[in-house]
């Protein structure tokens, strides 16, 4: 396919870049853009996002998820599991295109079908290098887009990258630091999500890791709200399911549940239960029921927004 570069008018910015404190002046983008996000508010509170709602419809949201160049051997399928959360919601899984981190959250946003922006600091028709590139085209060729402020042909300078950052918090809603040493630029996206009083996420790490030295610094700041388990980061941000997974669709993905946990799926899926009427309805100790909810909510039939309450949703 032949993508070339296009001028985006500023009323046409996708997702919440339009309403952004830093918005640039010109913005180039080659792909299929997301529409822009409904004139309401983000969370201001830097807590879930805005609920779904009438007014909002299923307007896409921004999720930028970034880190560092050189991450932990277990990135990649960590990466892998995160976007893989966000399945049937209404994310955009925005990222810079780096390598590592921003790297393996595109390839997966493009293995689950999830529809996904890279932010780039370089203009468009400049040639992006390594397999960098090839993501690059398969994002295009998935009816993603690139976008830039820089003019088409200028390279990659080392002052771009802080303009590059600013735009992926604008653009994104909420923003997830991955892995990151204690300096580097995804803190830097992260500080930029909280001067916009945006939601900011980290996944905490092994205190004697180096890449997770700095989500473990922003959390304990205070300063992110922490992500514990992958599968739980669709429930964390929010975002409702749009629609049921059958049993059947499990099955086929290899996921398998034993009978306990499906007589009990069976029983509660359609309702929303509190954790106290879950324990009174059923003849389970508290660790038999813990056990019973993470493995709903890792197989995406159950969510819960703050571990008590939880909603069940399946095709059974």
Do not use: W
């Amino acid at each position: 396919m032949n993508f070339e570069p296009y001028l985006v008018p500023p009323e046409q910015y996708p997702l919440a870049l339009r309403k952004s404190i830093y918005k640039p002046k010109v913005l180039y983008a080659m792909g299929t853009l997301p529409p822009p996000s409904p004139d309401i508010p983000a969370a201001g509170d830097g807590g879930n996002l805005p609920a779904t709602d009438g007014k909002r419809g299923n307007a896409p949201a921004g999720i930028a998820m970034v880190g560092t160049r050189r991450p932990g051997p277990t990135a990649k399928s960590l990466c892998k599991r995160l976007v893989e959360s966000l399945r049937g919601t209404r994310a955009v899984v925005v990222s810079g295109l780096a390598q590592g981190i921003d790297s393996f959250c595109h390839e997966a946003a493009l293995e689950a079908g999830i529809p996904t922006v890279a932010v780039l600091a370089q203009g468009l028709c400049t040639r992006i290098e390594g397999t960098r590139g090839e993501i690059a085209r398969r994002i295009l060729d998935a009816g993603g887009a690139l976008v830039s402020q820089f003019e088409p042909d200028e390279p990659a300078y080392r002052g771009n990258f802080l303009a590059r950052n600013k735009i992926i918090s604008g653009i994104s809603a909420a923003t997830l630091i991955v892995q990151s040493k204690a300096k580097g630029g995804a803190l830097i996206t992260g500080e930029f999500t909280r001067k916009e009083s945006k939601a900011l996420y980290a996944i905490p790490g092994d205190f004697d890791s180096e890449v997770a030295s700095g989500p473990n610094a922003l959390l304990d700041r205070g300063l992110a709200k922490p992500v514990f388990t992958p599968e739980s980061l669709r429930s964390v941000l929010g975002f409702p399911k749009s629609e049921g997974i059958s049993l059947q669709e499990l099955s086929l993905a290899g996921t398998h549940l034993d009978k306990t946990t499906l007589d009990f799926f069976r029983r509660v899926n359609g309702f929303r239960k509190t954790f106290t009427e879950l324990q009174s309805e059923f003849d389970f100790n508290i660790s038999q029921l813990l056990t019973i909810l993470t493995e709903l909510e890792m197989a995406g039939l159950a969510h819960t927004d703050d571990n008590f309450v939880f909603q069940f949703d399946g095709v059974s």
